[in-house]
């Protein structure tokens, strides 16, 4: 005990810190999410994600480059399409934005991860993360089993444009097994398949849905994605997409489910990811600009929290700026 005992010794320089530091941080760790929209000719900023803005598909190879130079751990591409109809057809165009997005970065970053975020709510007219159907009372719901093949033909889409892995962020049930399946069944029993397991219906994902166009027109998510009361409900989310064949499981948001995130990090043996999402990055950015504290070391903070609770990777839109100062 005291004063044998003294743990301020291992605080006492930079360099023992570092040694003796228990979670690392690298530009490798981070994912950047990119919104790519098929009808821009010039990237258009959004005014809720300051410095993020949707992109014209000409700035995929841009992009693609600067992602690699930084030494990110990879992008993840969300598209918003020409069209928009009730069953969100355009989200297996060939031709979509994301399609077509991937296969410029693959050509000129073939080292470059590239993850494709695979949901109908961006190309759906109502906006809602499935195909709807009246429900026992003649309102309207999402039909679960019927979106199943619209998400496969998308994953299966962005696999022939050359994506490295997809990622469903829908919460149908079954979709991560129909997925496998359609993949397989077409030869890209290689593409790996990164679920968004854990998904709370969550406020913070307010800003993002400014960029990719897909807030719902009326109703909520809450109908399929979780209820932010519930933690073993993640467990059994985890289970069986593992079950259906997932490679990699997500938990998101991040910073207000990190109780979440460690007890999925105990019950997988899978490669985990967090999404740090548009609300917990819109907050930090208001803050800053309001001189309210230092974006670069909350930034840093907050990440390396996301780790220490057990992710491998963290997909965010601070991913640039946190590669920057890490080096
Ligand atoms: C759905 C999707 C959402 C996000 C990623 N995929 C929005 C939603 O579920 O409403 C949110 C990401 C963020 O807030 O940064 N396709």
Redesign the pocket.
């Known amino acids: 005990m005291f004063p044998n005992v003294r743990p301020r010794r291992l605080r006492r320089s930079g360099s023992i810190r570092s040694l003796v530091r228990e979670t690392t941080l690298a530009p490798s760790d981070l994912i950047l999410?990119l919104f790519f929209h098929e009808t821009l000719d010039a990237p258009r900023p959004i005014a809720t994600m300051p410095g993020v803005s949707q992109l014209p598909v000409s700035a995929a190879a841009a992009e693609a480059r600067m992602a690699h130079e930084a030494g990110l751990g990879g992008v993840l591409l969300?598209g918003l399409p020409r069209t928009k109809d009730a069953t969100g057809s355009s989200a297996y165009d060939p031709n979509g934005p994301v399609p077509r997005a991937v296969t410029v970065m693959k050509d000129v970053a073939p080292d470059l991860l590239v993850i494709t975020?695979v949901?109908v709510?961006?190309y759906t007219d109502h906006g809602h993360?499935g195909i709807l159907k009246p429900g026992p009372r003649g309102d309207l719901e999402v039909d679960n089993d019927a979106t199943l093949e619209v998400l496969a033909k998308a994953a299966l889409a962005h696999a022939k444009a050359g994506a490295d892995v997809v990622a469903p962020?829908?919460m149908m049930d079954g979709r991560v097994g129909a997925i496998r399946k359609a993949l397989d069944g077409e030869g890209f029993s290689e593409t790996a398949i990164l679920s968004?397991s854990v998904?709370y219906a969550?406020s913070?994902?307010?800003?993002?849905?400014d960029?990719?166009d897909?807030?719902?027109k009326f109703g909520d998510?809450a109908g399929y994605?979780m209820d932010p009361g519930n933690a073993r409900e993640a467990l059994r989310e985890a289970r069986l997409d593992e079950e259906e064949g997932a490679d990699m499981l997500m938990v998101?948001?991040a910073l207000p489910y990190l109780d979440v995130l460690t007890r999925v990090r105990e019950a997988t043996t899978l490669p985990l990811g967090a999404?740090n999402?548009?609300?917990e990055?819109a907050m930090i950015k208001a803050a800053a600009a309001a001189g309210m504290l230092d974006e670069r070391r909350a930034v840093l903070e907050l990440l390396t929290s996301i780790r220490r609770a057990g992710a491998d990777f963290i997909l965010t839109?601070h991913a640039h700026d946190a590669a920057r100062w890490l080096r």
């Open positions: 999410p969300f975020d949901c709510d961006e993360c962020s829908d968004y998904k969550s913070f994902y307010g800003p993002f849905r960029a990719a897909c807030a719902p998510r994605q998101k948001p999404y999402v548009s609300g990055f839109y």
